[in-house]
């Protein structure tokens, strides 16, 4: 199975910072890797898929990079509703697995 | 549009069985598998395995097999989870999501306790 490793596991932030969380997966998976945004009590929602791929809807603060094995999601300028936790998702093989989870709280 | 909605909230005695549905509309329901994934409280997701929508075959991960149950009616384009032997560890809530390149369609998620 590919293991995907999130950091940080949890961050504090500041509206109007940029925040960078990486996840690394055990084996390259291309770019088959996608990121959610979970917040308490809701389904996860899909942000960013196949590795740069911006949902639509989404904002475009949000941003999605690399290939391989190391992987970025990027939020420029936080905002209040952006405080939640974020999972990556590799769509490489199965089993699919995901991230442990990046929580970000306000500073 | 679409979208997949699911049952409500489940509240089951050690021992007993749940079904969680997932019932999907704006698409063909044959053209698309469906993820089942599990979420245990303050956790982080787990992947339990999809379903083939055009000939029912289920695949299980690891720590999913003998209890857990992944059907189909397709005549009413629904998915279905059924774990028996409940446990107090099954606790968790449940989220059907189609297969997709762009896997942004989930159900709101079942939350099912396990409790005597």
């Known amino acids: 199975d590919i293991q995907m490793t999130q950091s940080p596991s949890s961050l504090s932030a500041s509206i109007g910072d940029r925040v960078t969380i990486t996840c690394r997966s055990s084996?390259?998976?291309?770019?088959?890797l996608n990121w959610y945004q979970q917040k308490p009590g809701r389904a996860p929602k899909l942000l960013i898929y196949?590795?740069?791929g911006l949902q639509s809807g989404v904002p475009s603060r949000f941003s999605g990079s690399g290939s391989g094995t190391d992987f970025t999601l990027t939020i420029n300028s936080l905002q209040p509703e952006d405080f939640a936790t974020y999972y990556c998702?590799?769509?490489?093989?199965?089993?699919?697995?995901f991230g442990g989870g990046t929580y970000v709280e306000s500073k | 549009q679409v979208q997949l909605v699911q049952s409500g909230s489940e509240l089951k005695k050690p021992g007993a069985s749940v079904k969680v549905s997932c019932k999907a509309s704006?698409?063909?329901?044959?053209?698309?598998?469906m993820n089942w994934l599990r979420q245990a409280p303050g956790q982080g997701l787990e992947w339990m395995g999809w379903?083939?929508?055009?000939?029912?075959?289920?695949t299980y991960a690891q720590g999913f097999t003998g209890r857990f149950v992944f059907s189909l009616d397709t005549s009413v384009s629904t998915a279905y989870l059924q774990i028996s032997s409940l446990k107090a560890e099954d606790t968790a809530v449940y989220y059907c999501?189609?297969?997709?390149?762009?896997?942004?369609?989930w159900g709101q998620g079942t939350l099912v306790t396990v409790s005597s």
């Open positions: 196949a590795a740069s």
């Open positions: 704006g698409y063909i329901f044959t053209n698309y598998a």
């Open positions: 379903v083939n929508t055009n000939n029912g075959n289920p």
């Open positions: 084996q390259s998976i291309s770019s088959y």
């Open positions: 999501a189609r297969e997709d390149m762009v896997p942004g369609n």
């Open positions: 998702q590799q769509s490489h093989s199965y089993p699919r697995t």
